[in-house]
């Protein structure tokens, strides 16, 4: 798990201090290690995180080795869970292999099979493949974009890295704001990562199952070449046998997850889907042969919040004490947070309706504690209907609300969201909930296996018997992992919302009625009373001034806190 930078020059030389800056942007994505290639107008960059191979053998930039003439040089982000299987398939084919890595399986794999090597992984990723002989780069991200992938094409040039703002560190970059993309992420806030353009107008997004093409002549050629409806499987009819389906999916799924040389922690709240998968790695390594398994015991990380509504530590410690596995609390502190809320809009890169302060938090803790894999749960409540929302869904048109918001609309945003607050820390995060033959197993079942007399998530929760507490697996309570906002905003926030609001961007801004939102905001301030459509509206407005600072005007962090 990395970060990755590129530049295809079609005027002139890499120049190496350039090159250098826009890799090192990303050096908190992989703090293990750095590594950069350049032949003349091409140069790729990389900064490592070591999770499978540790040795130097395994870094980034790789290339194809002397049979090839070191034809194929690679820049990897991500992690392919399948690489073994894989491996052994390239071996029967006459490949060797120098490394113990899954870097080296892409990069042969494509070799092999060209642009159909997609089809062939499982996992996540976002890479970039150079043909030296062709001079053409291949660029790949993920079927569901959980690793992220953007580029750009100005100045004669094409760009291409993990995060917006490593693009600011290139010296022919210019930062200019989108007003149109920022009118949608306004107006459609979930929806964000759905579309290829950015809140940076010379930016654009691959999005999730898409590659791209980059030729000498400067063409570019892009291809979507996933889309899960073409691959829904027959389930059986009988829920029974389902259930049985289902659980083997999850086990191999989780599985595959758990190849790693460098122990877990899970990141727990104590919901179903975290419990769920806290409790079966413990079941897994108890009862299974895993290949490739660190045998370190995973830790479970806790974030609590004293007194507060959303404080499910309770629930966490239930699941510890079945599978007897250690604790370690971080304790929400408004201080400590408040302090950290800038930073984590500048790891984010995103306007957002919620504060991510304790996702952030979190994986700052795991990271101190010396982890840099963490094993969660994200993925099941879009997948299997897990908000309240979907039990007001007619059944008829669960499927297709469920298919939007995994692929479209929630889950990928929270995607970014997990992806820039564990990347910030340098901690990579896994769910085996992401596994696209779990995925397309999940949306070729009937609603009613998902939501069922009054009970989200029906068929995970039944798959669960006897491996998770009963009190977690059917507890209907859904909280979720969020900030005490309403707190904050009666509380420790009010100075930066009185700042924000009565300056000359907010009063002056073209997205919002600068003084009506003022004037609803200070009324607020003043009574220590908000509705949360109005607190969710303020500070996503704020949240936009904030970027903007950051990203276009070049603020400091300190000079905004």
Same mark, same amino acid.
């Given at each position: ?57 395994? *870094?980034?930039?790789? @290339?194809?080795?002397?049979? /090839?003439?070191? #034809?194929?040089?690679? %820049?990897? &982000?991500?992690?392919? !869970? ?89 010296? *022919?970059?210019?930062? @200019?704001?989108?007003?149109? /993309?920022?009118? #949608?992420?306004?107006? %459609?806030? &979930?929806?964000?990562? !759905? ?101 370190? #015991? ?264």
């Amino acid at each position: 798990m990395c970060g990755i930078c590129g530049i295809y020059d079609f005027n002139q030389k890499i120049d190496q201090r350039e090159l250098d800056d826009f890799t090192d942007s990303l050096t908190h994505r992989g703090p293990d290690g750095r590594g950069i290639f350049i032949d003349r107008n091409i140069g790729f960059g990389h900064r490592r995180l070591s999770i499978l191979d540790l040795s130097k053998k395994a *870094k980034c930039p790789m @290339n194809s080795g002397i049979k /090839t003439n070191n #034809r194929y040089w690679i %820049t990897f &982000n991500g992690e392919i !869970y399948n690489f073994i299987e894989i491996r052994d398939e390239l071996k029967q084919k006459g490949y060797s292999f120098s490394t113990d890595s899954d870097t080296e399986v892409v990069l042969k794999s494509y070799i092999e099979w060209g642009e159909s090597c997609q089809y062939k992984f499982n996992g996540m990723w976002a890479f970039a493949i150079l043909d030296n002989l062709e001079k053409s780069i291949f660029l790949s991200r993920d079927r569901f974009g959980i690793k992220p992938l953007y580029y750009s094409t100005e100045n004669g040039r094409f760009t291409f890295a993990s995060e917006l703002k490593a693009f600011l560190s290139l010296s *022919k970059f210019s930062a @200019n704001f989108d007003l149109n /993309t920022a009118k #949608r992420v306004l107006n %459609t806030p &979930n929806a964000t990562e !759905y579309y290829p353009e950015t809140l940076m107008k010379n930016i654009k997004r691959m999005v999730p199952g898409s590659s791209l093409t980059i030729e000498r002549s400067s063409k570019i050629n892009i291809k979507t070449w996933w889309n899960s409806l073409n691959y829904l499987p027959q389930v059986p009819k009988s829920y029974e046998a389902q259930v049985e389906d289902f659980r083997e999916l999850y086990f191999d799924s989780l599985k595959l997850r758990m190849r790693s040389d460098v122990a877990f922690a899970t990141s727990l709240s104590g919901g179903v889907d975290s419990s769920a998968v806290a409790s079966s790695m413990s079941y897994l390594f108890k009862n299974s042969r895993i290949e490739r398994c660190s045998q370190q #015991r995973q830790k479970l990380f806790v974030a609590s919040f004293p007194g507060a509504s959303n404080d499910e530590k309770g629930f966490a410690e239930i699941v510890a004490k079945k599978i007897n596995t250690e604790i370690i609390e971080w304790q929400f502190n408004e201080e400590t947070a408040l302090k950290n809320l800038i930073e984590s809009i500048w790891s984010s890169e995103a306007i957002y309706w919620g504060i991510n302060v304790p996702i952030w938090e979190t994986y700052k803790s795991i990271k101190k504690n010396g982890f840099s894999v963490s094993m969660d749960g994200h993925g099941a409540d879009e997948l299997l209907g897990g908000y309240g929302k979907y039990l007001n869904t007619t059944l008829n048109n669960l499927n297709k609300e469920l298919y939007d918001d995994y692929h479209k609309f929630l889950q990928p945003t929270l995607l970014r969201n997990f992806d820039r607050a564990s990347m910030a820390h340098g901690v990579e995060v896994r769910s085996p909930f992401w596994d696209w033959r779990l995925v397309t197993y999940s949306l070729a079942l009937p609603p009613e296996s998902k939501i069922s007399n009054g009970f989200t998530k029906r068929i995970l929760r039944d798959s669960m018997k006897g491996i998770m507490p009963d009190e977690n697996r059917i507890r209907k309570q859904k909280i979720g992992f969020s900030s005490p906002m309403m707190d904050w905003f009666n509380g420790a926030m009010k100075p930066m919302i009185q700042n924000i609001v009565t300056s000359k961007l907010w009063i002056e801004s073209p997205l919002w009625n600068g003084k009506q939102w003022r004037d609803i905001a200070l009324r607020n301030l003043k009574k220590n009373k908000w509705k949360f459509s109005e607190m969710k509206t303020v500070w996503t407005f704020m949240n936009t001034i904030i970027w903007f600072n950051l990203f276009i005007e070049k603020k400091s962090i300190d000079s905004l806190r």
